[in-house]
Structures are given as structure tokens and as C-alpha cells.
């Protein structure tokens, strides 16, 4: 079955300090991979996606499909980035788009 | 324009009560998605519609679970005979185009607030 896994629940850096967000997924098929965000008291929003290959926030992640990865990163981290990060992994099957999520990073920027 | 709204935020009931959770997609969304997310957990699918039809209700846990979308705009989500492992998270999401689209590729799926069901 398809998987993502988030392996760390929390993670605490410093204003400025380079950060980033693991991801794994198990995947049969070729995945489309999501990060999601959630600041605190708005709701789930998306951050980027591996086939825009774009820089939003100053975040960027890399589809490693050797590796089954998906990493975010940010080289350095600004306070206002403290949220819930949800890695996704797009389940195509008969045209149903479902979403499976990993349980989620918590990032803390430090100031 | 408007994002996708849920009500009610908030859902107190006892067990063994039946309650409808209601979605308000974006206008002119063809589908339309229900996620389930427990305490510590990443959002599990539930079901999801494209117009007024349900394709996909495999994430349904059991009987008790039921959605509809009978005009292609609002959604509910019933939950019957409420049970407190059903207290959780429901978020409902929207995306404009079906599976494909014009790219090729999953569109991007638009959340609402969510409405946190505390069963007691």
C-alpha cells in the first residue's frame, strides 16, 4: 500500500539556521508529491509540488525517486515558518486524486 | 472569491447521537473531497465526488459513515450512531478540475477550516 512517512514529529531550529523536513514514500506507480502547510489557526494550505520544481517561501524540495524522498528544505529559516509540515503523495487510481498524507512535522523557528 | 467554508466548527455530541458535517466548496469546483484527521495524524481519505457523483468512498471506516453531494455543490458528511473513536478532525477539500485535467496532473486541492467532532 501507499506510504508516506514523516519520521520526525518534531523539529526545533534557530532564526537563520538551515532547516529541513524529511519525507519517505512507498509508491508502486510513478507519485506526484505535495508539501502541505498549516500555520497556527488557518487551515491546511499547499506549499509546493514536485512537478512545479518551484521556490515558494524560500522553501524547495527534490523528487529522489532512487531514494523514495522527498525532502523540504529551507536554507534558512525565518520565524514566521513555525507550522505543521504534511508531506503527500498523490494516489491516482481510476481517476480518483486522493491524497495521502504523512502524520506531520512540527517546526518551531527559534528566535 | 470565497474559500471553501465547513460548518459547524464545532461538533459537541453524545455517543449514539447521529450528526451531519456540511462542506461548502469553491464555486464552479467539480470535485470535492472528505478527510478525516485524528489527534497527532496526517488527514486520511475518506471519500470524494466529482459533481454529484461518488467515485471513490473506499476510506469510509464503516456503514455508520455516509456522504452525498446531490447537486454538485454542498457536501455532507453523516455520521450515525456516533461512537467517541469518531472524534477527529473532518476536512473537507475542492479542486477544479477531474482527475487529469487539461496537464495530466493531480490539481491542487483547496482545504476548508475543518470541524473538530468531539464525541462524549
Known amino acids: 500500500a501507499q506510504r508516506v512517512t514523516q519520521p520526525e514529529k518534531l523539529l526545533s531550529v534557530f532564526k537563520g539556521a538551515p532547516v529541513e523536513l524529511k519525507c519517505n514514500y512507498s509508491y508502486s506507480g510513478s507519485p506526484e508529491l505535495f508539501w502541505y502547510v498549516q500555520y497556527s489557526r488557518q487551515r491546511l494550505q499547499l506549499l509546493l509540488r514536485h512537478i512545479s520544481r518551484e521556490s515558494i517561501k524560500g522553501f524547495t524540495a527534490d523528487l529522489n525517486k532512487g531514494e523514495t524522498s522527498f525532502h523540504l528544505k529551507k536554507p534558512f529559516a525565518q520565524e514566521e515558518d513555525s507550522a505543521m509540515y504534511y508531506c503527500a503523495l498523490s494516489e491516482s487510481q481510476g481517476g480518483s486524486e486522493k491524497l495521502v498524507f504523512g502524520k506531520g512535522t512540527k517546526l518551531t523557528v527559534n528566535p | 472569491g470565497a474559500g471553501v467554508s465547513q460548518s459547524p466548527r464545532y461538533k459537541v455530541t453524545k455517543r449514539g447521537q447521529d450528526v451531519a458535517l456540511r462542506c461548502d466548496p469553491i464555486s464552479g469546483h467539480v470535485s470535492l473531497y472528505w478527510y478525516r484527521q485524528a489527534l497527532g495524524q496526517g488527514p486520511e481519505f475518506l471519500t470524494y465526488f466529482n459533481y454529484e457523483a461518488q467515485q471513490d468512498k473506499s476510506g469510509l471506516p464503516n456503514d455508520r459513515f455516509s456522504a452525498e453531494r446531490p447537486e454538485g455543490s454542498i457536501s455532507t458528511l453523516t455520521i450515525q450512531r456516533t461512537e467517541q473513536r469518531d472524534s477527529a478532525m473532518y476536512r473537507c477539500?475542492?479542486?477544479?478540475?477531474?482527475?487529469?485535467?487539461?496537464?495530466?496532473?493531480?490539481?491542487?486541492?483547496?482545504f476548508g477550516p475543518g470541524t473538530r467532532l468531539t464525541v462524549l
Open positions: 477539500a475542492s479542486s477544479s478540475q477531474l482527475f487529469g485535467g487539461t496537464s495530466g496532473y493531480t490539481d491542487t486541492q483547496y
